[in-house]
């Protein structure tokens, strides 16, 4: 083990870092949106083997964070109330009184949820670490670890309880496995990217797309190394991997999910759908004893495919809508990430196409293709990876966040990364190796100075391109920017303030009233026609506070509430928490 450890101090050292950077930085961050539910439904899963809420997301993240919460005496009267004996799904509810409702310390409750997400973020970092190395050198490896540990994107959710950082980490163990199983086939390998494939698919349901990819690549690896056995092995696996791995993790999960009440409740949920062939199947496995887990996965699947076509309400480049936008994964990347790794992305998208026409100097001939393909597979296939994964995403009709496309991040750094070195290795000039050795290293300083002096504040960060992250919210919010985080730091200033009272319309499903007690009033943008009205009818003494997604959302073209808040325009705000909650004095 310290033989281990000295030949990869180094990376163990940057990995403390990013474990640093992700603790503090999310220290006094309040629960996100998405928290609320996820850490209440994590709780009952593991305490009580019944998996009644949060059906729309698989349940390993969840786990992961309610375990800790066993050994804070949550009292059982929580699993009394309406949201869990009688309510369907009422995943918010039960999630906001367990965590603020319960006499436990709320803080407490929170930070012991974060503390295993560490978990999927550090090791995800690990594997990208050996697999580039692996495939290059222990160099190679190093630089792709440092754009991972140090991408505000990354950083920013690593801390969350959500299914985004482990939907990267599943995406991440799953490839890694199942491409050495490609290259070194044999029942160990074959079992290691079973199980690798098992758990991705109980981390998000997006990363069903792994399946498909799998099989294309199954078949490449066919065609490139005339092997004719990688496409049946590969259904196989994939068969497995549902059978022996998400099976029996969803029979753990519905072991005390009363048969006849997870049966009404599946009849509620897929009441709100069209019916159809998926629809019919899950209710008729819902009340089977042995299948109603699989069942539940699908249940699960349906939610979430049904979700994604459904859209939500975007604001994005001054426009509100319910509609997706074709450019929005694009676009919010381009301004989401630091701008020196736009610099690098951008001069490997122009090497691989260099690398690509040079075939043209060439004879082209069969065997020529099926050379480069050898010698590129696996960027070729990680571009394939990338290229599924954001088509997907452009496809979908929900624009709510970038952190939708986290699972490509590892394998498109693991690109970058190694297109670059091989690009620097080839080069014979010893002027330009020393050049673009300067360049590289200064972009990659540029990078990891970026994340110091966005510190703590990851969330909101966006790039110069669109005037840093104090101007991001003009063009796109919700979780790129403002997903109720800021909370206590609000509160924080009120008190330092000193302000008694304050209107208030927040973003988020943390407790108000936990952080502010009555020093706030409930608002939202149809409360108050103008400011006049305001003025006229506030019992705050002028102050109002509103979150940029609602500022933003009920003040873009294409709003149609009435009131709204247009005439809030005319005002600038005295100062803005995090980057997130606008603060006005209106008098």
């Known amino acids: 083990m310290t033989s281990y450890f000295r030949r990869h101090w180094l990376a163990f050292a940057i990995l403390i870092i990013g474990a640093f950077l992700s603790v503090t930085s999310g220290w006094n961050d309040s629960l996100i949106v998405d928290e609320i539910p996820h850490i209440g439904a994590g709780y009952s899963y593991v305490s009580q083997q019944d998996m009644r809420l949060n059906i729309e997301h698989p349940p390993l993240a969840k786990d992961f964070a309610g375990f800790p919460l066993l050994f804070v005496n949550i009292p059982h009267s929580i699993f009394s109330s309406a949201f869990w004996q009688t309510d369907t799904n009422a995943q918010w509810e039960f999630g906001r009184a367990l965590i603020f409702n319960t006499f436990h310390n709320a803080d407490t409750i929170r930070r012991l949820a974060h503390l295993p997400m560490l978990f ?17 050198d222990k160099r190679a490896g190093l630089i792709a670890l440092c754009f991972y540990v140090f991408s505000p994107t990354i950083l920013a959710h690593s801390h969350f309880v959500t299914t985004d950082v482990p939907a990267l980490w599943g995406a991440m163990l799953a490839i890694t496995f199942f491409f050495r199983w490609l290259a070194l086939p044999s029942r160990k390998t074959f079992a290691y990217a079973l199980l690798a494939l098992g758990l991705a698919l109980l981390c998000k349901f997006s990363l069903i797309l792994l399946l498909p990819f799998f099989v294309v690549v199954s078949l490449l690896y066919e065609v490139a190394f005339q092997n004719q056995k990688r496409i049946l092995n590969t259904f196989i696996l994939i068969l497995s991997s549902i059978l022996l791995v998400v099976w029996p993790v969803y029979l753990f999960h519905v072991r005390h999910y009363p048969i006849e009440r997870q049966h009404a409740d599946t009849l509620v949920i897929t009441g709100y759908y069209s019916p159809g062939t998926l629809s019919n199947a899950i209710i008729w496995m819902s009340d089977k004893p042995f299948i109603r887990a699989l069942g539940h996965y699908g249940l699960g699947f349906l939610m979430t495919l049904q979700r994604t076509q459904g859209g939500n309400i975007t604001y994005f480049f001054g ?13 919010v990347y381009l301004m989401k990430e630091p701008i020196p790794w736009l610099i ?8 691989g196409l260099y690398s690509i026409l040079s075939i043209k100097r060439k004879q082209l001939h069969e065997s020529a293709i099926f050379d480069w393909l050898r010698m590129h597979f696996f960027i070729f296939c990680m571009a394939i990876w990338v290229f599924l994964y954001i088509t ?17 991040y590892p394998p498109l750094i693991a690109l970058v990364t190694l297109i670059i070195i091989s690009f620097y290795d080839r080069t014979n000039s010893e002027k330009l190796r020393y050049v673009s050795r300067a360049i590289f290293l200064g972009l990659v300083t540029w990078t990891i100075l970026e994340v110091v002096w966005a510190f703590p504040l990851y969330l909101p960060y966006f790039n110069e391109l669109v005037g840093g992250s104090s101007g991001g919210y003009r063009y796109v919010v919700d979780s790129n920017l403002d997903w109720g985080q800021d909370l206590i730091r609000f509160s924080d200033w009120i008190k330092k303030e000193k302000i008694s009272k304050i209107t208030f319309d927040y973003f988020g499903w943390s407790d108000p009233a936990y952080y502010l007690g009555d020093a706030y009033i409930w608002s939202s943008s149809t409360r108050f026609v103008d400011a006049e009205d305001f003025k006229k009818r506030n019992q705050s003494d002028g102050w109002l506070a509103v979150s940029a997604t609602f500022l933003q959302n009920a003040s873009g073209e294409g709003q149609t509430a009435t009131p709204n808040y247009l005439w809030l325009k005319a005002f600038q705000p005295i100062t803005v928490i995090g980057h997130s909650i606008f603060i006005y004095r209106i008098k």
């Open 392 to 408: 997907a995403s452009i496809t979908s009709n929900l624009n709510i966040g970038i952190r939708h496309l986290l699972p490509i």
């Open 120 to 136: 999927f973020y550090l090791t995800a970092g690990w594997i990208l670490y050996l697999w580039v190395t692996s495939l290059r």
């Open 319 to 331: 426009k509100v809508t319910t509609s997706s936008f074709s450019s929005y994964f694009p676009l």
């Open 344 to 351: 690098l992305l951008g001069t490997t998208m122009i090497f």
